[in-house]
């Protein structure tokens, strides 16, 4: 019979089926199923088709439709390398432009199984589409097996060929060295491209040389963010540095030649190469070190002459800036002059190029403010703001104040919170190093003055007030953890320009937040300088007379006492001072009111519009009256009589609470005699530490509070879930990916226990929860790529987008395919199921919500709660686990030798806050620590919680510590006092449960 050819009328519609699918997998990714893009494929990529279906074909893998299996990237995979030994052939280059990015969507699996298969010559195909005639296919390679390079370097160092079954170790030694060889050798090409290319191809060699030295671990360091080290690209980079920069003067003249669009990346990776040059000469100390290297003269097909001379690499490296980039940056738009700012930034920040900061810095400044204002720049405000702050140390006098003006504009700008509030304390902390290391004091007062900080004395909640005071506070927290000689100095300055907080009446929070840290800042100074004359001068002649005039009366006592330890003599009435603070301890404005029967219990939490609440820092402020009230009586004895009388007062107006009419009475029997009288001392300017502190304020930056050691975070910690008979072992556990925190990583692990082969069997994987799959292959089944040699292994992952909080169950499923294809495959039974840890799917808080008042607001706004019992023995340490996703609130927390009570705050990858409390007693008769885990936050949280609420109290203390005794919650009982108080809680009970009816209400309540 005949073969029949394909009729024009058949190409035709295996044309027009191709276009719709491309625009169908366009606009929708999700529309189109496994059968239509199989077939489509099969035709566009049969030896018969026309050149327009391949391109038809090869575009519609590169959008990569979501029901591509492995058995379809495999076909594409076929049709792209198929392509590519074909590439020396006349009309190809239509093709390879469409051709080629398609390795950029393979899977990785595919693709280092492509360039294992020696048989294939892959790298020969790569060279040979790097010397194509067609320019823009040269520049669509470059850039694409660059792209694809990294990212297999990246999976070779993670977890190497171990997806791979090989025959011993040995071999896949040896198969990873031809791997790593191929990888070097496409950048040995690219560098090659730099330097001879022409200049559309060497722009993009440029470019890829600069994405990957600017993921090297050296110059990551020299980022405000922290450097996270990619051995891989490490590795690459430290092969291609030493073959590039003997060639750098070449690399710079070619590179000068590129049109000026094309000079921005070239720029980029050569300041890289100065800086690593810089850095590998090994010279720091400028004006001294020389660092000497030996750079190329001459091209080397020239033999006769020398082809090596010794340089300067600082100079090199001025050189290229003076002669180059500051020129081009002047001239260059906007958009092109912030690239070529960050280039010249790295090479200012090597040591060496100390003394032409001064030079440079003031050529940037001029256009970094327009820069920051440009709607062009929206996007990379944040990178302009850093290098901003960079160079403020070299900006001359006259424009520093400027600078800083702008720069906390434009900080102010932005939207995420937490970014802000750590670009103004990297701000404030850069000026305070300048000002103090120059001692120019006079700087910082004018920028005190200026308009960044207007409105703030008034404290009203207005945009212009808030960011003065999130600046004022900023400012503070860097003069509060400054380790500078003259930070005291500013200090001072800055306080002596804020005094006016202290004058001003109004009570709104923002003013009282500017007070308390006024105050944190004060008696840091206080405390630091020893008492100096001016400090003593400024608190006495100034702060202590508008003292009684702040309306907060924590604020009042603070001042108080420093008055009382500071100043050794004082007309100030501070006794008569003292005594309205004791005898008007619960009608301040601070806290005012009986306490509610509910204050503090953990479930109804107070503070309703008809009872109101004591204030939180009523018993410190109390603690500190009576320590003021004791350095009184040593100084002056004749003030004991008067000290009794105002303590029986404050007895006989709070005999309700039962704490201050006890130490009220204990301290009258210690002012007597009649008890034993404590030797009196206390050397601490913070009387009240748990308001004014530095470690309260900023528990993230405290350097007082102790570190202690998180536990160690393992991200594959796995889980064998086949049974101990099993043929294949499989060991299941997770990885958290970099890009898209909400997805989770699945690891298996297959392992061949028998003492023979395993091949052609696959391992189905069932998943029940909110999750979704978002792996390439689209498709549930693992298989194995060959055959799995006895005791030998293989690894794989699929890719789960997690779409709420839940505990999701994963089960897995061993088939066998049949010998023959008329025979069913074999089926093996499920596997134990894998959940997902909670912790999986937490994410720390920003350090500054690691506070009591965040807690206790989280606490008392949760949707839902449960309450589990727990104990241990006595033996057992009651510690936190310090868990690196969880944030332990130690303000919150309470530890005795009878009570502990821990108080912890985390967050959901879905911004759901979840807040937990372990509270322990010790029973002395059996010597058992008994006590609840609360859980609050959403209902969704909360009852994916209830599901295994173990797995949760790993995550926040040691497993051995407790046991879970009882999952059902406890009852806690409303303490009640009053008869109204009672009637609405059994009416509130009454109506959750719906036991009784409103009669029966009534009468129970008569009854009480």
């Given at each position: 019979m005949?073969e029949?050819?394909?009729t024009e009328?058949?190409?035709t519609?295996?044309?027009?089926?191709a276009?719709?699918h491309?625009?169908?997998?366009t606009?929708?990714k999700?529309?189109?199923t496994?059968?239509?893009?199989?077939?489509?494929?099969?035709?566009?990529?049969?030896?018969e088709t026309?050149?327009?279906c391949?391109?038809l074909?090869f575009?519609l893998?590169g959008?990569?439709?979501s029901?591509?299996?492995?058995?379809?990237?495999?076909?594409i995979?076929?049709?792209?390398v198929?392509?590519?030994?074909?590439?020396?052939?006349q009309g190809?280059a239509l093709?390879?432009l469409?051709?080629?990015?398609?390795f950029?969507v393979?899977?990785?699996?595919?693709?280092l199984?492509f360039?294992?298969?020696q048989?294939l010559?892959p790298l020969?195909?790569i060279?040979?589409?790097?010397?194509?005639?067609?320019v823009?296919v040269?520049?669509v390679?470059l850039?694409t097996?660059?792209?694809?390079?990294?990212n297999?370097?990246k999976?070779l160092?993670?977890?190497?060929?171990?997806?791979f079954?090989?025959e011993?170790?040995?071999?896949?030694?040896?198969?990873?060295?031809d791997?790593?060889?191929?990888?070097?050798?496409i950048?040995?090409l690219?560098?090659?491209?730099a330097?001879?290319?022409?200049?559309?191809?060497?722009?993009?060699a440029?470019?890829?040389?600069?994405?990957l030295?600017?993921r090297?671990h050296a110059?990551?360091?020299?980022?405000?963010?922290?450097?996270?080290q990619?051995?891989?690209?490490?590795?690459?980079?430290?092969?291609?540095?030493p073959?590039a920069?003997p060639r750098?003067d070449?690399?710079k003249?070619n590179?000068q030649?590129?049109?000026?669009?094309s000079?921005l990346?070239?720029?980029?990776?050569?300041?890289?190469?100065?800086?690593m040059m810089?850095?590998?000469?090994?010279?720091?100390t400028?004006?001294i070190?020389?660092?000497?290297m030996?750079?190329?003269?001459?091209?080397?097909?020239?033999q006769?002459?020398k082809?090596t001379?010794?340089?300067?690499?600082?100079?090199v490296?001025?050189?290229?800036?003076e002669?180059?980039c500051?020129?081009a940056?002047?001239?260059a738009?906007?958009?092109?002059a912030?690239?070529i700012?960050?280039a010249?930034?790295?090479?200012?920040?090597?040591?060496?190029?100390?003394?032409?900061q001064?030079k440079?810095?003031s050529?940037l400044?001029?256009?970094?403010t327009?820069?920051?204002?440009?709607s062009?720049?929206?996007r990379?405000?944040q990178?302009?703001?850093?290098i901003?702050?960079?160079?403020?140390?070299?900006?001359n006098?006259f424009?520093?104040?400027?600078?800083?003006?702008?720069t906390i504009?434009?900080?102010?700008?932005?939207d995420?919170?937490?970014?802000?509030?750590?670009?103004m304390?990297?701000?404030?902390?850069?000026?305070?190093v300048?000002?103090?290391?120059?001692?120019?004091f006079p700087?910082l007062?004018?920028?005190?003055?200026?308009?960044c900080?207007h409105?703030?004395?008034?404290?009203?909640?207005k945009?212009k007030?808030?960011a003065?005071?999130e600046?004022?506070?900023?400012?503070?927290?860097a003069?509060?953890?400054?380790?500078?000689?003259?930070?005291?100095?500013?200090?001072?300055?800055?306080?002596?320009?804020?005094v006016?907080?202290?004058?001003?009446?109004s009570?709104?929070?923002l003013?009282?937040?500017?007070?308390?840290?006024?105050?944190a800042?004060?008696t840091?100074?206080?405390?630091?300088?020893?008492?100096a004359?001016?400090v003593l001068?400024?608190?006495?002649?100034v702060?202590?007379?508008?003292?009684?005039?702040v309306?907060?009366?924590n604020?009042?006592?603070?001042?108080?006492?420093?008055?009382?330890?500071?100043?050794?003599?004082?007309?100030?009435?501070?006794?008569?001072?003292?005594?309205?603070?004791?005898?008007?301890?619960?009608?301040?404005?601070?806290?005012?009111?009986r306490?509610s029967?509910?204050?503090?219990?953990?479930?109804?939490g107070g503070?309703?519009?008809n009872v109101?609440?004591?204030?939180?820092?009523?018993?410190?402020?109390?603690?500190a009256l009576?320590?003021?009230l004791r350095?009184l009586?040593?100084?002056?004895?004749?003030?004991?009589?008067?000290a009794?009388?105002?303590?029986a007062?404050?007895?006989?107006q709070n005999n309700?609470?039962?704490?201050?009419?006890?130490?009220?009475?204990?301290?009258?029997?210690?002012?007597?005699g009649?008890?034993?009288?404590?030797?009196?001392?206390?050397?601490?300017?913070?009387?009240?530490?748990?308001?004014f502190s530095?470690?309260?304020?900023?528990?993230?930056r405290?350097?007082?509070?102790?570190?202690q050691?998180p536990?160690?975070?393992?991200?594959e910690?796995e889980?064998?879930v086949?049974?101990?008979?099993?043929?294949?072992?499989?060991?299941?556990?997770?990885?958290?990916?970099?890009?898209h925190?909400?997805?989770?990583a699945l690891c298996v692990t297959?392992c061949?226990?028998?003492?023979?082969?395993w091949?052609d069997?696959s391992?189905?994987?069932?998943?029940?929860?909110?999750?979704?799959?978002?792996?390439?292959s689209?498709?549930?089944h693992?298989?194995?790529?060959?055959?799995?040699?006895?005791h030998?292994m293989?690894?794989?992952?699929k890719l789960f987008?997690?779409l709420?909080?839940?505990?999701?169950?994963?089960l897995?499923r061993?088939v066998?395919e049949?010998?023959?294809?008329?025979?069913?495959?074999?089926s093996m039974?499920?596997s134990?199921?894998y959940?997902?840890p909670?912790?999986?799917?937490?994410?720390l808080?920003?350090?500054?919500l690691?506070?009591?008042?965040y807690?206790?607001?989280?606490?008392?706004s949760?949707?839902?709660?449960?309450?589990?019992k727990?104990?241990?023995?006595?033996?057992?340490?009651?510690?936190?686990?310090h868990?690196?996703?969880?944030?332990?609130?130690?303000d919150?927390?309470?530890d005795?030798?009878f009570?502990v009570?821990?108080?912890?705050v985390?967050?959901?990858?879905w911004?759901?806050?979840?807040c937990?409390?372990?509270?322990?007693?010790?029973d002395?008769?059996s010597?058992?620590?008994?006590?609840?885990l609360?859980?609050?936050?959403t209902h969704?949280?909360?009852?994916?919680?209830?599901?295994?609420?173990?797995?949760?109290?790993?995550?926040?203390?040691?497993?051995?510590t407790f046991?879970l005794i009882?999952?059902?919650?406890v009852?806690?009982p409303?303490?009640?006092?009053?008869?109204?108080h009672?009637?609405?809680?059994?009416?509130?009970?009454?109506a959750?449960?719906g036991?009784?009816h409103?009669?029966?209400?009534v009468?129970s309540?008569?009854t009480?």
């Amino acid at each position: 019979m005949m073969e029949t050819k394909p009729t024009e009328t058949d190409a035709t519609k295996v044309q027009q089926r191709a276009t719709k699918h491309v625009q169908t997998a366009t606009t929708k990714k999700h529309a189109l199923t496994r059968t239509e893009v199989f077939n489509v494929l099969q035709e566009c990529f049969s030896p018969e088709t026309t050149t327009q279906c391949k391109i038809l074909g090869f575009r519609l893998a590169g959008l990569a439709p979501s029901c591509i299996t492995t058995e379809v990237w495999q076909l594409i995979l076929d049709a792209a390398v198929k392509e590519l030994a074909g590439a020396a052939a006349q009309g190809t280059a239509l093709v390879l432009l469409h051709s080629i990015p398609v390795f950029d969507v393979l899977p990785l699996t595919l693709t280092l199984g492509f360039l294992q298969q020696q048989d294939l010559e892959p790298l020969k195909k790569i060279q040979a589409i790097f010397s194509h005639e067609s320019v823009d296919v040269r520049c669509v390679a470059l850039a694409t097996f660059c792209r694809v390079s990294i990212n297999c370097t990246k999976v070779l160092f993670a977890r190497g060929l171990t997806r791979f079954p090989f025959e011993s170790n040995e071999a896949r030694i040896v198969a990873q060295q031809d791997v790593t060889s191929i990888l070097t050798d496409i950048w040995k090409l690219t560098l090659q491209a730099a330097e001879v290319e022409s200049p559309e191809v060497a722009a993009v060699a440029f470019a890829s040389l600069s994405h990957l030295f600017s993921r090297s671990h050296a110059i990551r360091s020299l980022s405000s963010h922290h450097p996270r080290q990619e051995s891989g690209l490490d590795e690459l980079v430290a092969w291609i540095f030493p073959q590039a920069f003997p060639r750098f003067d070449v690399l710079k003249a070619n590179a000068q030649t590129l049109p000026t669009e094309s000079h921005l990346h070239a720029m980029k990776w050569l300041s890289m190469v100065a800086y690593m040059m810089m850095q590998k000469s090994g010279a720091c100390t400028p004006g001294i070190a020389i660092a000497m290297m030996e750079l190329d003269a001459v091209a080397l097909e020239d033999q006769d002459a020398k082809t090596t001379v010794k340089v300067r690499a600082d100079l090199v490296a001025a050189d290229m800036v003076e002669s180059w980039c500051l020129p081009a940056y002047v001239n260059a738009s906007l958009t092109q002059a912030f690239s070529i700012c960050e280039a010249i930034a790295i090479v200012m920040q090597h040591p060496l190029q100390h003394y032409n900061q001064w030079k440079w810095s003031s050529v940037l400044i001029t256009r970094l403010t327009a820069i920051i204002h440009s709607s062009t720049m929206a996007r990379q405000r944040q990178d302009v703001i850093r290098i901003q702050l960079l160079l403020l140390d070299a900006t001359n006098t006259f424009d520093f104040a400027n600078v800083v003006g702008s720069t906390i504009d434009s900080i102010a700008a932005l939207d995420n919170v937490t970014t802000r509030v750590g670009l103004m304390y990297d701000l404030c902390q850069a000026m305070l190093v300048r000002v103090c290391r120059k001692r120019q004091f006079p700087l910082l007062q004018s920028i005190c003055t200026s308009s960044c900080f207007h409105g703030l004395p008034l404290g009203q909640a207005k945009g212009k007030t808030n960011a003065a005071y999130e600046t004022f506070r900023s400012l503070v927290e860097a003069l509060l953890f400054c380790t500078h000689a003259n930070v005291p100095h500013a200090r001072l300055v800055v306080l002596q320009q804020f005094v006016a907080v202290l004058a001003n009446k109004s009570t709104t929070d923002l003013r009282n937040a500017t007070l308390v840290l006024f105050t944190a800042l004060l008696t840091q100074l206080c405390q630091d300088s020893c008492a100096a004359p001016p400090v003593l001068d400024f608190l006495h002649n100034v702060v202590l007379p508008l003292a009684p005039k702040v309306p907060s009366a924590n604020v009042r006592v603070q001042l108080y006492w420093l008055g009382l330890k500071f100043v050794s003599s004082t007309q100030l009435p501070i006794m008569s001072w003292v005594e309205t603070e004791l005898l008007g301890l619960l009608s301040s404005k601070d806290g005012s009111g009986r306490p509610s029967t509910t204050y503090d219990d953990g479930i109804l939490g107070g503070g309703t519009k008809n009872v109101r609440t004591v204030d939180a820092h009523l018993i410190p402020r109390f603690n500190a009256l009576l320590l003021c009230l004791r350095w009184l009586l040593a100084k002056d004895g004749s003030l004991k009589q008067r000290a009794v009388q105002v303590l029986a007062h404050v007895r006989t107006q709070n005999n309700f609470h039962r704490f201050v009419s006890d130490t009220a009475v204990e301290t009258i029997e210690e002012i007597t005699g009649m008890a034993r009288r404590e030797r009196f001392g206390f050397s601490s300017a913070f009387v009240l530490p748990g308001l004014f502190s530095p470690a309260s304020l900023f528990p993230s930056r405290s350097m007082d509070m102790p570190q202690q050691a998180p536990v160690k975070w393992k991200e594959e910690v796995e889980t064998v879930v086949s049974g101990s008979c099993d043929p294949l072992c499989l060991k299941i556990s997770y990885r958290e990916p970099d890009d898209h925190p909400e997805e989770i990583a699945l690891c298996v692990t297959c392992c061949n226990v028998t003492n023979v082969p395993w091949s052609d069997f696959s391992i189905g994987v069932g998943v029940k929860g909110a999750v979704k799959l978002v792996d390439t292959s689209n498709n549930m089944h693992i298989r194995a790529t060959g055959e799995v040699k006895p005791h030998g292994m293989f690894k794989s992952e699929k890719l789960f987008r997690f779409l709420r909080f839940s505990r999701a169950e994963f089960l897995f499923r061993l088939v066998v395919e049949p010998s023959s294809p008329e025979m069913p495959p074999t089926s093996m039974g499920l596997s134990n199921p894998y959940y997902i840890p909670f912790d999986a799917m937490f994410t720390l808080p920003d350090p500054t919500l690691w506070t009591a008042p965040y807690f206790q607001a989280s606490w008392q706004s949760a949707d839902a709660n449960k309450i589990y019992k727990i104990q241990a023995t006595q033996g057992k340490k009651m510690v936190p686990n310090h868990h690196v996703k969880v944030a332990f609130v130690a303000d919150a927390s309470m530890d005795t030798p009878f009570l502990v009570h821990m108080s912890f705050v985390t967050w959901t990858k879905w911004n759901e806050c979840v807040c937990a409390t372990i509270s322990c007693c010790l029973d002395t008769t059996s010597r058992v620590w008994k006590g609840s885990l609360e859980v609050r936050s959403t209902h969704g949280v909360v009852d994916e919680v209830d599901k295994a609420p173990r797995d949760l109290l790993d995550v926040l203390v040691p497993s051995t510590t407790f046991d879970l005794i009882e999952d059902n919650i406890v009852e806690r009982p409303v303490a009640c006092v009053s008869p109204r108080h009672r009637t609405f809680c059994l009416i509130l009970s009454c109506a959750r449960r719906g036991l009784l009816h409103q009669h029966s209400i009534v009468s129970s309540c008569e009854t009480t």
